[in-house]
T-cell receptor
Framework: NAGVMQNPRHLVRRRGQEARLRCSPMKGHSHVYWYRQLPEEGLKFMVYLQKENIIDESGMPKERFSAEFPKEGPSILRIQQVVRGDSAAYFC????????????FGSGTRLTVV | GENVEQHPSTLSVQEGDSAVIKCTYSDSASNYFPWYKQELGKRPQLIIDIRSNVGEKKDQRIAVTLNKTAKHFSLHITETQPEDSAVYFCAASKNNQGGKLIFGQGTELSVKP
């Protein structure tokens, strides 16, 4: 079992470009969560998805950010027109069932906006 | 809104001593409380968790206690070792929120040999 796979590990974007972050959950997991970690801060919940459904996006900024988890393929977190304040580590987690019990984080994508 | 406060933000102990990190939560409906360890540049890793129907749980040198009345829970590490040095995060979630976790701000633990 390869665990939760995120790519790329590091991503550099210029201000105004788009960033696409990918997350493949653990085999058999159908629940995906995205968190953002600003430098020297805790993790902040962004969005919770199941296949083809956004269940809770209460932590997503209202503009420029979107997420999807299609029937086939990885979950994608998309940030349009990136700004310097978007620089952070973005972690994805997956779980087998609805609930936070023991879910596993991926290695994260470190986004740097220059 | 939901909030988890964690203290202290930094903690330095001598090898072999114990370390205690405390968290308080605001939502009395919270019923699941995991602790994560994060080494520099790496992913958060679950080290221990506790559910609201249990007051204490222990796993070797690590223990977690929960006081539902006071809405606080604590992580206890005994016989600390240099490899315990990391940032530790507490978190809380509740049943009707799916898997959404509310994290504390983190505690940077330094164990000096």
């Amino acid at each position: 079992n390869a665990g939760v796979m995120q790519n790329p590990r590091h991503l550099v974007r210029r201000r105004g470009q788009e960033a696409r972050l990918r997350c493949s959950p653990m085999k058999g997991h159908s629940h995906v969560y995205w968190y953002r970690q600003l430098p020297e801060e805790g993790l902040k919940f962004m969005v919770y998805l199941q296949k083809e459904n956004i269940i809770d996006e209460s932590g997503m900024p209202k503009e420029r950010f979107s997420a999807e988890f299609p029937k086939e393929g990885p979950s994608i977190l998309r940030i349009q027109q990136v700004v310097r304040g978007d620089s952070a580590a973005y972690f994805c987690a997956s779980s087998l069932a609805d609930g936070a019990y023991g879910y596993t984080f991926g290695s994260g994508t470190r986004l740097t906006v220059v | 809104g939901e909030n988890v406060e964690q203290h202290p933000s930094t903690l330095s102990v001598q090898e072999g001593d114990s370390a205690v990190i405390k968290c308080t939560y605001s939502d009395s409906a919270s019923n699941y409380f995991p602790w994560y360890k994060q080494e520099l540049g790496k992913r958060p890793q679950l080290i221990i968790d506790i559910r609201s129907n249990v007051g204490e749980k222990k796993d070797q040198r690590i223990a977690v206690t929960l006081n539902k009345t006071a809405k606080h829970f604590s992580l206890h590490i005994t016989e600390t070792q240099p490899e315990d040095s990391a940032v530790y995060f507490c978190a809380a979630s509740k049943n009707n929120q799916g898997g959404k976790l509310i994290f504390g701000q983190g505690t940077e633990l330094s164990v000096k040999p």
